[in-house]
């Protein structure tokens, strides 16, 4: 059963549903102004899976209309509180469909069900409850100045602001920046990525389920250069929070100077591991294997490079590759026991696979593939799946050290000393995680301080928290999400000066 604005969807596991395919505008799911479709795609059998309305810069102007008129007339005036029981409410609907919001992302981006999906899912509820108590306590401050005059200051909420999202946690990365700024008091509209549109377009439901009135959330699939480009120039959006390339990222902060857009850019990585010849290995070799090869290496914080202290580096290696073997699973997203999937696209498959070419042919590095419990990606010729890897060895130099892969592919060399091992891990134009592995704490909390990014790890990786922030140092990016600073980025402050001075008055009492 299709119609114009849905479709009926039949998942791997032979349950349906219906699958809104329009746009999220007003509460209302309505179609297109432009005749371009996105087709969906499962990665890991290379099928399409539905059409969905692309939006046309039309559609953005109208969506951010609504949410300025929405922002105006209604929803600056909801109190913190009402819109932190919106956000409780969410949560509860998030909770109810848990399991169909997960299993959509385990289709459209081939994410493995139960052992990545769901953790998204744990996480975007997490994260909305956060948030909704935070609604109401958003506190000002008051700066006393003189005996009769004093400034109070008070957090006010931007606008409307315009989400860009990525692929490899869609609904995960919306709600990052969603709930943030609706608990702040903004308006929405929210773009999903071209190749993961379905959880979010499924998620708007909630939203009008949960109560949130027309208009407060605005939900666009479409194009980059198009819908994307089109929010990032429009006059109404006061901020865009984009999460992406660092080259679109670049493109978004010069174009969103049209308005002096408020912007947060979270961009790409290379993020470094490293591992003192004091750590305990077994626990180094655990965190960084989940670091690179969990979501496929899909990941901005991957820890891509790996840097082992000479003394243990065979050690590591030989280490790193049995836990590996044993302990993910490659195969089809829907099996419970699957924890490596495909990665999303025939396009990104071919450039992981342009950047395995150039490490093994033309920089001639020594290439380790690993066979998680025997199975390789040949055994997977259907979608896009990549065996994971790992090159030893690596100058520190070379493209493979230097550039974001987003695979399931590591680079490990060696260090001798402290200093070594600092000056490798800060020679990357990213700063956005990093992870040091050491049983002494003066020196773990000394390599922190040093490191330039904007988190660090000690003695974990990729282990990630909804209430600390996130966000990069360098061409990482700009701004925090997450935590505390998650919400404040979604407002501005007002300083409100009082002068309680009244000459007149005073002369009148004399
Ligand atoms: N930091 C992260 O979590 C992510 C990093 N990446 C990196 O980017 C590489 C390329 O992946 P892509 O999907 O091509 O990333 P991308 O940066 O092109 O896409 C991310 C989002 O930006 C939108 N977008 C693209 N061009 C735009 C424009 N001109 N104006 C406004 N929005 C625009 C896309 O539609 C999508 O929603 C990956 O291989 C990876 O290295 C990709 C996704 C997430
Ligand atoms: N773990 C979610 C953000 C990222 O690594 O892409």
Request: proline content about 4%.
């Amino acid at each position: 059963m299709s119609s114009d604005l849905s479709s009926e969807i039949t998942l791997p596991t032979g349950e349906k549903y219906i699958q809104p395919t329009g746009l999220f505008i007003n509460n209302e799911f309505v179609p297109s102004t432009s005749s371009k479709k996105i087709i969906t795609v499962n990665p890991a059998t290379a099928q399409p899976i539905c059409e969905l309305h692309a939006a046309s810069a039309q559609d953005v102007d109208r969506a951010v209309k609504v949410a300025h008129e929405t922002f105006e007339k209604t929803w600056s005036k909801v109190t913190g509180s009402e819109r932190g029981e919106l956000l409780i409410k969410l949560s509860q609907l998030i909770e109810r469909d848990a399991e169909i919001l997960a299993k959509i992302d385990a289709l459209n981006a081939g994410k493995p069900y139960a052992t990545n999906a769901m953790n998204d899912i744990g996480q975007i509820l997490e994260l909305t409850k956060f948030y909704a108590g935070y609604a109401d306590k958003l506190d000002g401050k008051y700066i006393p100045i003189s005996e009769n005059k004093f400034v109070y200051e008070i957090n006010e909420p931007l606008g409307v602001v315009g989400l860009i999202v990525p692929w490899n946690y869609p609904l995960a990365m919306a709600s990052w920046k969603l709930q943030g700024a609706l608990a702040a008091g903004n308006t929405v509209v929210i773009k999903s990525a071209e190749n993961t549109p379905m959880s979010l377009l499924y998620f708007a439901q909630l939203i009008k389920e949960a109560g949130f009135p027309p208009g407060a959330v605005n939900i666009l699939s479409g194009f980059g250069p198009i819908t994307g480009s089109a929010m990032v120039g429009h006059e109404l959006i006061d901020k865009i929070s984009f999460t992406g390339s660092t080259g679109v990222g670049k493109l978004i902060q010069q174009q969103a100077s049209v308005n002096l857009k408020n912007v947060t850019l979270e961009c790409g990585g290379k993020s470094p591991a490293v591992i003192f010849k004091d750590a305990n290995l077994s626990e180094a070799v655990k965190w960084c294997s989940l670091g690179i090869f969990y979501n496929s290496g899909q990941n901005c914080t991957a820890n891509s490079r790996i840097l082992v202290q000479d003394e243990v580096y065979d050690e590591f290696i030989q280490k790193f590759q049995e836990y590996t073997k044993e302990n993910w699973v490659l195969g089809d997203p829907f099996k419970d026991e699957t924890t490596v999937g495909p990665v999303i696209s025939k396009t990104h498959h071919e450039r992981i696979l342009s950047y395995l070419n150039h490490g093994s042919n033309v920089e001639k590095l020594n290439k380790i593939e690993i066979a998680p419990l025997g199975s390789t990606a040949q055994d997977y010729p259907q979608g896009y799946y990549i065996t994971p890897t790992i090159f030893t060895d690596v100058p520190v130099t070379s493209k493979l050290f230097q550039e974001e892969i987003f695979g399931p592919v590591a680079c490990v060399t060696k260090f001798s000393d402290f200093e070594e091992a600092i000056k490798i891990a800060n020679s990357s134009i990213y700063g956005l995680g990093s992870a040091v592995f050491t049983k002494n704490i003066k020196k773990a909390h000394r390599f922190a301080r040093m490191l330039k990014a904007g988190t660090v790890w000690i003695n974990s990786s990729n282990d990630e928290d909804i209430k600390a922030s996130f966000g990069g140092y360098k061409m990482s990016g700009v701004g925090r999400e997450m935590g505390l600073e998650g919400i404040k980025t979604y407002t501005q402050i007002k300083a409100i000066h009082v002068n309680l001075d009244d000459e007149e008055e005073e002369k009148a009492k004399l």
